[in-house]
């Protein structure tokens, strides 16, 4: 049974977002996003912007708290300073730019406030919802489709092709260099994370715990079967449909998608964790 485009289907605004994130995530998505729709260029530094002052530091975590500290700027061999967090989209999206080498993976993200909405969509993964307005991706072209009516269906494993052109490009991503530009703006995105309720939170540590989370999603084989009880198609087995949004996105992905994303969230785990303090 194919289903109307405005009907949504397991949580379906969410199926066709993050990772991004969630890796991206995706990675940020990351994971996690990192990226935008479209490659801009920083205007000319005037002279007033080149003696604006940096913006404020977001409070500070105690070093016993946190568990995968980041060095401040490691990777950063620029002299320009941060700019503020809601004036960080045209740098923020240059760097990215850079570090993708090309436009194939900005044309999946939204344009403005990303790192906020990549913040927010990480820490919402392992929770049953993820805020769709927030999140840090465009929809997914195509529609979903079930098979069978709503009492008994099943996945169809057509869907998983939906992903494959947004898989592929997530695989071609160098990640150490996204990292690299994800620590030089490592401050905006601790504060971003402070500004949603946690003051004494440490941003990374909470995307390392995203990432584990997501790495321990199930890979399943066979149909997954699905029950319509309300507007929404969910999973028919209720220990899948009682995980978290991030492991029930993997899942919906179908198993080659979700082996190449976890293997990308690897990567990502370990370019986050090997980021040792400067003394």
Do not use: C
Request: charged share 20%; proline share 10%.
């Amino acid at each position: 049974m194919k289903q109307d485009p405005n009907d949504p289907m397991l949580d379906e605004p969410v199926m066709n977002k993050p990772l991004i994130g969630v890796a991206a995530a995706v990675v940020i998505a990351a994971v996690v996003g990192w990226y935008f729709w479209h490659s801009r260029s920083v205007p000319p530094t005037s002279a007033a912007t080149a003696v604006a002052p940096a913006p404020p530091a977001p409070p500070s975590v105690a070093e016993d708290q946190i568990a995968h500290p980041v060095p401040a700027a490691a990777a950063d061999t620029s002299t320009e300073p941060l700019p503020s967090l809601g004036e960080s989209d045209a740098a923020f999206n240059v760097a990215v730019a850079e570090a993708a080498g090309g436009s194939a993976l900005m044309r999946y993200l939204v344009p403005a406030d990303l790192i906020r909405h990549i913040v927010v969509t990480v820490d919402n993964m392992p929770r049953q919802k993820v805020a769709v307005d927030k999140r840090p991706t465009a929809p997914l072209a195509g529609t979903f489709i079930a098979q069978g009516d709503e009492l008994r269906a099943t996945l169809d494993p057509q869907n998983y092709k939906r992903y494959e052109p947004l898989v592929a490009v997530i695989q071609q991503v160098d990640m150490r260099r996204l990292v690299e530009v994800y620590l030089r703006f490592y401050p905006l995105f601790q504060q971003a994370y402070q500004d949603l309720g946690y003051p004494n939170g440490y941003f990374n540590d909470r995307l390392v715990q995203v990432i584990d989370d997501l790495l321990a999603t199930p890979q399943l084989s066979g149909q997954i079967d699905l029950v319509r009880p309300n507007v929404m198609y969910v999973f028919s087995d209720p220990t899948l449909e009682a995980r978290p949004a991030g492991q029930k996105l993997l899942i919906r992905m179908g198993p080659e998608n979700e082996a190449a994303v976890k293997a990308k969230l690897m990567e990502l785990r370990a370019a986050v964790t090997a980021a040792v303090p400067k003394h």
